[in-house]
């Protein structure tokens, strides 16, 4: 599924085999990943991102691919991750589909792509991968791990298995653990894949593909990654131009037809089978299992506390979004009180963001502001 | 499709023929309704209750019903709505499929179910149609019209339109119009409904039925009825003692168990043409629409005030929860303004529930409390 991948990505082969958390083992696998600015010397100006659920590694524009990246207005010359400075690394994540391996990858073995023989995938792994990149790149340390969202969730599993890995760390809108309102909503992302007869237990192709499930999973999700607030004003009760009055229940308001288009670009735009991987494995995620003798209750935020207290970044900035319902506030609070047990100088925001768990990809001034200003500090 | 109705269930024949908001006519239409209490000589003593989306006229047991009711614990002798002193009445919405006409009635004109040829449903026409109940039982006058979600939309309705139709006002997680998030919600789930195979544009059979389009409606409505924080300490992390390691990506925390008995207990027990009209009527829903001489701007605050302004009655108690994110407290905080604009005595209350927009439902204590005071000084 290479066709996913923007034009500059480039491969890094992981060592092969490459373990996985849960006891599976990959062969000749490979992480997407573009880079922007120069490593120095000694190579101590290092940065690595790690992203949402869905976006490829091309977080930004460059010479080879000048179309803007997900985190355009964040990255480059002068701006709050500043390129003349650092050499900042995007990675996308093991068991994604856009130029990594996953499950829609050829399975060297067979020949034939993996659909759900791919192996259990958990967050550790996507940390992993990225550990191994930056080994491979050179950088045996980070100036910074910046993690978003399901990414944040990753970097605090590659922070508590490599703890002299990074000398800060930026964690927005992350999660320290999966909670059961979110693990609800992305149980019925994949209940609206898999109930779709096109998906056939992962055996769809283009022309039987799996458009229903996929349309509502990214609805659903595109809910409860904005807020309510934000769509009072952005949408109100405004009406349609122009509605098909033919078709019994279609969509008359305005905020339905931006469901229509965010689903317009997603549903063929990634592939369902990872789409349920990836959503899986975030569920799984509760960081807790790594605490030294973890308290046998499993909702439990001591083990949370205790296994964070083994990182050992110097400076970390934690953000959330008030309005975030996905990962809310607390959450983040989480994670800021487990890295300031480890030690860490933490500053936690709760940013006054109307657009809900998505503020880190579109409140560019309220984050790009706080990651500035963090950044300018990291020696 | 009275199979639906409870066995207490009485019926209303409303005037034929039936006008409805939108334009439409309803033949030989009736409404279900049950009682308790006891109509005193000058008829003073009545109190209606207007339901949320689902429920049946069933609110309370009864010597008919003894099966509890979807508000037992608020409704009965000496409790919040005391029936020892009130004559209170409970009335499914016209166009649902608990014993009232709605889309899966059959057409008089016909000898066939409506489905999709039922006549555009508002919650307008809900409030008509309660109205002309009481009217039918002898009451002109209520001492309170209690409405509770899309009852509370219909309250207000039936409150602008027949200003003196009741002497107090209860409403409860109630919203004078529907806002962009909790119609993204609606559309979604009507949407799959209607791209379920089998829903066949509303000509599906018992043996050929939505069922997974129900499933996923009903829980998408479940994940929005309540709270992350409810659920983080309900369920937290916990998982279901037996999996189905046999279906890929199947259900394996306790919080997707609660989700399918939810659906287990909703698809075959609600018709899904009338979930979608009653879904769309909602959308349609905003009291601004009867304000008189209407600002153009169809996102207006201004609307809903002058419009409930209209209204005339003397107390009202308005109730909302602070963990709602379907109609959130600043929903209720509308409607409270708007009630006091008509000069009535408002109580307002942002209840601490943690339950979300079920918290009228089933926080019964606070809200208990709330309803019980109110009601104890209404003359």
Same mark, same amino acid.
């Given at each position: 599924?290479? +066709?996913?991948?923007?034009?500059?990505?480039?491969?890094?082969?992981?060592?092969?085999?490459?373990?996985?958390?849960?006891?599976?083992?990959?062969? $000749?696998?490979?992480?997407?990943?573009?880079?922007?600015?120069?490593?120095?010397?000694?190579?101590?100006?290092? !940065? *690595?991102?790690?992203? %949402?659920?869905?976006?490829?590694?091309?977080?930004?524009?460059?010479?080879?691919?000048?179309?803007?990246?997900?985190?355009?207005?964040?990255?480059?010359?002068?701006?709050?991750?500043?390129?003349?400075?650092? @050499?900042? #690394? &995007?990675?996308?994540?093991?068991?994604?589909?856009?130029?990594?391996?996953?499950?829609?990858?050829?399975?060297?073995?067979?020949?034939?792509?993996?659909?759900?023989? @791919?192996?259990?995938?958990?967050?550790?792994?996507?940390?992993?991968?990225?550990?191994?990149?930056?080994?491979? *790149?050179?950088?045996?340390?980070?100036? &910074?791990?910046?993690?978003?969202?399901? %990414?944040?969730?990753?970097?605090?599993?590659?922070?508590? $298995?490599?703890?002299?890995?990074?000398?800060?760390?930026?964690?927005?809108?992350?999660?320290?653990?999966?909670? /059961?309102?979110?693990?609800?909503?992305?149980?019925?992302?994949?209940?609206? !894949?898999? *109930?779709?007869?096109?998906? $056939? +237990?992962? $055996?769809?192709?283009?022309?039987?593909? /799996?458009?229903?499930?996929?349309? *509502?999973?990214?609805?659903?999700?595109?809910?409860?990654?904005?807020?309510?607030?934000?769509?009072?004003?952005?949408?109100?009760? #405004?009406?349609?131009?122009?509605?098909?009055?033919?078709?019994?229940?279609?969509?008359?308001?305005?905020?339905?037809?931006?469901?229509?288009?965010?689903?317009?670009? @997603?549903?063929?735009?990634?592939?369902?089978?990872?789409?349920?991987?990836?959503?899986?494995?975030?569920?799984?995620?509760?960081?807790?299992?790594?605490?030294?003798?973890?308290? /046998?209750?499993?909702? &439990?935020?001591?083990?949370? #506390?205790?296994?964070?207290?083994?990182?050992?970044?110097?400076?970390?900035?934690?953000? %959330?979004?008030?309005?975030?319902?996905?990962?809310?506030?607390?959450?983040? +609070?989480?994670?800021?009180?487990?890295?300031?047990?480890?030690?860490?100088?933490?500053?936690?925001?709760?940013?006054?963001?109307?657009? %809900?768990?998505?503020?880190?990809?579109?409140?560019? +001034?309220?984050?790009?502001?706080?990651?500035?200003?963090?950044?300018?500090?990291? #020696?």
């Amino acid at each position: 599924m290479t +066709e996913f991948a923007p034009p500059a990505t480039r491969y890094f082969a992981l060592p092969s085999p490459f373990p996985m958390h849960r006891g599976g083992v990959l062969q $000749q696998a490979r992480v997407a990943y573009e880079t922007w600015g120069q490593l120095n010397a000694d190579a101590s100006n290092a !940065i *690595l991102i790690l992203t %949402g659920l869905s976006p490829s590694a091309h977080a930004a524009s460059s010479a080879d691919d000048p179309q803007p990246g997900w985190w355009e207005p964040i990255i480059g010359p002068g701006k709050a991750i500043d390129t003349d400075r650092w @050499f900042v #690394v &995007c990675v996308n994540h093991l068991g994604s589909c856009k130029g990594s391996t996953g499950a829609a990858s050829i399975d060297p073995e067979t020949g034939a792509a993996y659909r759900l023989t @791919f192996p259990d995938l958990s967050v550790e792994d996507m940390g992993e991968a990225a550990y191994a990149l930056m080994q491979g *790149l050179g950088v045996s340390q980070l100036a &910074c791990l910046v993690g978003c969202s399901m %990414g944040a969730m990753a970097a605090l599993a590659l922070l508590v $298995q490599h703890p002299d890995f990074s000398r800060s760390h930026i964690n927005a809108c992350g999660a320290a653990r999966a909670l /059961p309102f979110s693990i609800a909503v992305r149980s019925l992302q994949r209940e609206a !894949i898999r *109930l779709d007869p096109h998906w $056939q +237990e992962g $055996q769809y192709d283009d022309a039987n593909y /799996p458009d229903t499930g996929m349309r *509502l999973a990214r609805k659903l999700g595109v809910i409860t990654y904005r807020s309510s607030l934000e769509w009072n004003g952005r949408f109100g009760r #405004v009406r349609m131009d122009e509605v098909d009055t033919d078709t019994p229940f279609s969509a008359e308001f305005v905020v339905e037809s931006y469901l229509d288009g965010h689903a317009d670009r @997603f549903a063929h735009f990634f592939d369902p089978n990872c789409y349920l991987y990836l959503g899986r494995a975030m569920d799984w995620f509760d960081i807790g299992e790594h605490a030294i003798d973890p308290h /046998p209750q499993v909702h &439990c935020e001591a083990n949370v #506390v205790a296994a964070l207290s083994r990182t050992r970044v110097g400076k970390a900035l934690v953000l %959330g979004a008030i309005t975030d319902i996905l990962f809310p506030i607390p959450q983040q +609070e989480e994670i800021a009180a487990g890295l300031a047990a480890s030690g860490a100088d933490v500053r936690f925001h709760a940013v006054p963001s109307e657009q %809900g768990h998505d503020a880190f990809l579109v409140d560019h +001034e309220r984050f790009g502001a706080l990651i500035g200003a963090f950044l300018k500090e990291i #020696v």
